[in-house]
């Protein structure tokens, strides 16, 4: 049998199982020209709240009764597709099921002898390609000069504060565990690590971890932690608008400083973005990024969860901070 999740409901403000349904059918049969796919990682990703509500935005809503889509890393096991042969390992972004039919189209090729699987939906896949690209073309990186990186262990930013060391920043980290804050020190070589849920005064804590000022603040969670963190930029500062996940289960619309005066008074870009805004430069940046990671300059942390039946819950988990590094469900 071929077990699916699908949506069962629309979330209203923090996401619960119950707003998911588990269904078993038959395994499809692929007809001329498709592919047998058999799912071995699933990741999960903060985005996806989103694309639960019944909104407008750069990605269509999921709909209610129909399985939840992210990006997945398949194994062929049937095939009658010119271009992929029964064995090969592809990455896509694919149904929460089992197994699923495709026809090709949006699947990539990935090569387990290269790098481990589950990299391909990290450090090697969307997580890395937004790190890389939200720092070195919004944050544009000086050497000397002082990035903030909110959300600092988890995929994104693990992986922009370990950029902003390669090319020669100071880089301060904010956290919700100190075991993270010592991750974020002993693994990937951050400068300087906040624990948000701890420090009684953020605004002050960043100002102490960053004697220069902030030149860039990488930010991942949005609300009160980047509220203390702009009340610390510097003149010309760049500001990459990269998640807000501190407000993805909001149900109203929170009120905080007014951010018009510090962007005008100390000259500062603030730039939201979306990582396919720069896709015509994927192929580039995931060189880079698997260049440095062969030399040992980059690494990276994975929270891998086992069990299909535990999808949900560790998507759930994301906003309860339970992951370090990229949070993948192994089937
Ligand atoms: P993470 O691996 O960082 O996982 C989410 C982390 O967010 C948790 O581990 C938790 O860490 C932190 N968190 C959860 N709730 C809160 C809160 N209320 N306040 C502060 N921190 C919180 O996820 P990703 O690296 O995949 O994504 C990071 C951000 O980047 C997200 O906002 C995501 O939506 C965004 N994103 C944007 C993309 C784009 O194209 N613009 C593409 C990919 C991701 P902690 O213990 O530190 O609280």
Redesign the pocket.
Known sequence: MNKAILLRKRPVGRPTVNDFEFTSAAIPVPTTGDVLLLTLYVSV???LRGRMNDSKSYVPSFEIGKPIQSGIIAQVIDSTHAEFRKGDYVSGNLEWQEYQVSNGKGLTKVDAKVSPLSSYLGVLG??GL?AYL?LTEIGIPKAGETIVV????????SVVGQIGKIMGCRVVGI???DE?AELLISKFKFDSAIN?KTSHDLKKAVSNACPKGVDIYFD??G?E?SDAVLSNINKHARLPV?????QYNDTKIPVGPRLQPILLTKSATMRG????DFSAKFPAAIKQLAAWLKEGKLTYAETIVSGFDNLPQAFID??????A???IVKI
């Open positions: 990703d903060p985005y969307m997580t937004t939200g909110s959300g600092a262990a988890g995929a994104v930013g956290t919700g565990t993270k948000y991942n969670v609300g932690i990269c998640g807000a996940i501190s973005f979306i990582v396919s994301l906003f309860d901070g339970k992951n590094g990229k949070m």
